[in-house]
């Protein structure tokens, strides 16, 4: 896809009215420096950046003495996630973070013990495997719906939770968010939105081992997890040993790796831990976004709820059947444009290299923001503006350059199949039932931490479709 086919293309029919600018967090006319950049980051790590990174694509940098470069030239991003990706590796600021809930698992782990990983893994994600998982989808979003039922609002970031964590919860393990599942979601959201915040002593360490003991109640509070998680493995081991499929715990436990020898228990575990930590607040993230969207563009909620009451959520039997919702899933790429989730990737060169004629040594950081590049002015045409036409007419956005909400090259998210028709059945099944507005006028602005959360709850008001048709 070039830079032509990105711009904006708008029917007719709505080229009259303006489109929606959505609300983003306030752009600083000028750089932000060390403790200025510091103190922003540790509120809302998109809230330091300046009109600059919008204009430019590679910036070179030096923050609190560790010297980086802000990458946004698709070229640039091609290179490091994908041809020169060998000389580079996730930053130990994310091990510090995610380590307590992903442990060893696939999202952390580098060089020939990541490959071996993947290749188990990547049969659970090929499209013909998340078919088998859309009636778990499906059950998720009646479930969603029938908790709305006889609400006339509700806090949707809080349903969306819930929603995604029991979608992943089936899909992995065949069960819902009730019972266990419910104890698990408290521990994962305490987690991700506490302890996951990014803190001064992250900022400051320069190795692994920097402020260990500032990691304790990380490491506290993922025990309390990685034991639920067990637990929850080992009674479906208990109660099916001789289960034939269905979920993605099956295909873990049929995975073997290149000596024909099954995953160790600890790694099920831990490969369990990180599907779930990386697959719901994500795409409870998405869900958010985009409802919040169509409530503030009304006109863009009707003609999506015609699409999907005319193929209904519970008619979905493949993957080929979301065709009948294109409009949907534009709407959920171009919330993926504004919003992207995961806002912010970061490597840390292991070796010499150079980017777009940017010399790159051994520990610099290179910073790669889908939030930046999303909304980049050189790269979009109205990159501030709500407008998911722009994504009709493309069948396949992934590997587009100016686009990377699941990342790109070899370490492209390995779930986003799997979240791509989970929100659309779970936004679909909201839709077909409900019409949704917020319930006050005041703006959700966007705040990064370890996703990209609104910096309130607001509720949102529902009305039965039915009680608006004719
Ligand atoms: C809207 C939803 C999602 C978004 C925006 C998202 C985004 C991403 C991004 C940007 C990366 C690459 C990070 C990097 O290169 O530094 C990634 C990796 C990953 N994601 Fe997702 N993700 C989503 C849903 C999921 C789901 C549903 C699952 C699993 C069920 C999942 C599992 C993973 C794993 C295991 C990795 C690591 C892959 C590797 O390193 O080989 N994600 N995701």
């Given amino acids: 896809?070039?830079?032509?086919?990105?711009?904006?293309e708008k029917p007719d029919a709505l080229a009259a009215s303006a489109p929606l600018i959505p609300p983003a967090p306030k752009v600083h006319a000028k750089d932000l420096k060390n403790l200025g950049a510091a103190?922003?980051?540790?509120?809302?790590?998109?809230?330091?950046?300046?009109?600059?990174?919008?204009d430019t694509l590679m910036i070179p940098y030096r923050f609190l003495g560790q010297p980086g470069l802000v990458v946004s030239d698709p070229a640039g991003v091609r290179h490091v996630l994908g041809a020169g990706a060998a000389r580079y590796r996730r930053p130990y600021q994310m091990s510090r973070i995610l380590r307590p809930i992903v442990g060893d698992g696939l999202l952390l782990t580098d060089g020939e013990t990541w490959r071996r990983q993947r290749k188990a893994l990547a049969?659970?994600?090929t499209p013909k495997a998340v078919e088998t998982l859309l009636p778990h989808f499906i059950a998720a979003g009646q479930a969603l719906t029938d908790g709305l039922a006889d609400h006339d609002r509700a806090n949707l970031s809080e349903t969306f939770h819930r929603a995604t964590l029991d979608a992943v919860l089936r899909a992995l393990f065949s069960r819902s968010a009730l019972g266990e599942g419910a104890h698990l979601a408290q521990i994962a959201r305490d987690y991700l939105q506490g302890r996951?915040?990014?803190?001064?002593?992250?900022l400051l360490a320069r190795g692994p081992d920097d402020f260990g003991f500032a990691e304790r109640p990380r490491r506290i509070q993922g025990a309390r997890w990685m034991a639920a998680v067990g637990a929850l493995i080992d009674e479906r081991?208990?109660?099916e040993p001789q289960r034939q499929g269905g979920d993605l715990l099956d295909s873990l436990l049929a995975a073997r790796?290149?000596?024909g020898q099954a995953l160790p228990d600890i790694e099920v575990r831990d490969q369990c831990g990180t599907m779930l930590a990386a697959g719901f607040e994500t795409t409870s993230r998405l869900l958010f976004w985009a409802a919040y969207l169509l409530a503030l563009d009304p006109k863009t909620q009707t003609r999506i709820r015609a699409e999907i009451l005319a193929f209904p959520p519970d008619k979905i039997r493949t993957l080929d059947d979301l065709s009948a919702w294109p409009l949907t899933r534009s709407v959920l790429l171009e919330t993926l444009r504004l919003y992207p989730p995961a806002p912010t990737m970061s490597r840390e060169a292991i070796a010499e290299d150079e980017v777009q004629g940017h010399r790159v040594s051994p520990g610099d950081v290179i910073t790669i923001s889908p939030w930046l590049i999303h909304r980049h002015r050189k790269l979009w045409d109205q990159p501030t503006a709500f407008l998911p036409e722009r994504f009709l007419n493309h069948s396949s956005p992934w590997g587009v350059d100016a686009f990377i909400p699941f990342g790109a090259g070899a370490r492209i998210c390995i779930g986003a199949s799997f979240a791509m028709a989970e929100s659309q059945i779970l936004l679909g099944?909201?839709?077909s039932q409900f019409k949704v507005a917020m319930a006050d006028d005041r703006p959700v602005v966007p705040v990064a931490k370890i996703s990209l959360g609104p910096d309130r709850e607001p509720d949102f008001t529902l009305t039965p479709i039915t009680q608006t048709r004719p």
Wanted: charged share 20%; net charge negative.
């Fill in 1 to 8: 896809m070039d830079a032509q086919v990105l711009a904006a």
């Fill in 39 to 54: 103190w922003a980051m540790m509120r809302n790590m998109i809230g330091a950046w300046s009109e600059s990174g919008f």
């Fill in 123 to 125: 049969p659970a994600f």
């Fill in 196 to 202: 996951a915040n990014v803190n001064l002593f992250d």
């Fill in 237 to 239: 081991k208990t109660a």
């Fill in 257 to 259: 790796d290149e000596d």
């Fill in 429 to 431: 099944s909201l839709l």
